[in-house]
């Protein structure tokens, strides 16, 4: 079975400031795919940033960007210029192959202050 | 603002009552989800369906069932509740399958007292 685990269940980062948030995941399989989600208070899931567990390029979106390191196992999501908006909580997810059924961590809150 | 519709957004109950959460999915997307988010437990996929057909299953219980009907809205129905079963329970979407990209709702909160 798959698992995925995010170690750091807060973080706080200042305004402008780079802030990275871990996340290790155990799993067989070969074709699968990693995510961040940000979970604002609003309550709605948003996707942040995808990656294709066979391309070895790590994804960037904008201001957000990952580390992904297929043999450590581990998906750490890069937040460079922090904004007050950034506050949220960010879950980190796998799926195996193209099911759609995305397996989450716990979460990290992440709070940015000014 | 994702598209995908859930109601009702709170919900308050009794233990041993039944209720009904419904999803409009956003328009043209096929794939209907449904997660449970419980602060023990995070977030745990419940149920997926497609174009009206149950295409996989999660952690849900038997007390719990779903349907995805012709118009692709889903509904989520909770029997027997328990108060355990108080939860944020969501509801996303997707065109197709593989992409993992889901459009999710505001989700519905049930309290069961």
């Known amino acids: 079975a798959q698992t995925v685990t995010q170690s750091q269940p807060e973080m706080s980062v200042q305004e402008a400031e780079t802030v990275t948030l871990s996340c290790t995941y155990d799993?067989?399989?070969?074709?699968?795919?990693l995510f961040w989600y940000k979970q604002p208070p609003s309550r709605q899931m948003i996707l942040v940033i995808r990656?294709?567990?066979?391309?070895?390029q790590n994804a960037t979106e904008n201001r957000f960007s990952v580390n992904f390191q297929k043999a450590a196992k581990s998906f750490s999501l890069k937040i460079s210029d922090s904004q007050l908006g950034d506050t949220a909580m960010y879950f980190c997810a796998f799926m195996k192959g193209n099911t759609d059924k995305l397996i989450f961590g716990t979460g990290t809150r992440l709070q940015v202050f000014p | 603002d994702s598209g995908v519709t859930q109601t009702p957004k709170h919900l308050i109950t009794a233990t041993g009552q039944r209720v009904t959460l419904r999803c409009s999915p956003r328009?043209?997307?096929?794939?209907v989800y449904w997660y449970q988010q419980s602060l023990d437990q995070g977030l745990q996929f419940l149920i997926q369906y497609y174009n009206g057909e149950e295409r996989a299953k999660g952690n849900i219980l038997e007390r719990f069932s779903a349907q995805q009907f012709p118009d692709l809205h889903s509904e989520l129905n909770l029997s027997s509740l328990e108060l355990g079963d108080s939860a944020l329970y969501f509801c996303a979407s997707s065109f197709g399958q593989g992409t993992g990209e889901l459009f999710f709702g505001e989700g519905s909160r049930l309290t069961v007292l």
């Open positions: 799993t067989s399989e070969n074709n699968y795919y």
């Open positions: 990656q294709e567990a066979y391309k070895q």
């Open positions: 328009s043209g997307d096929l794939s």
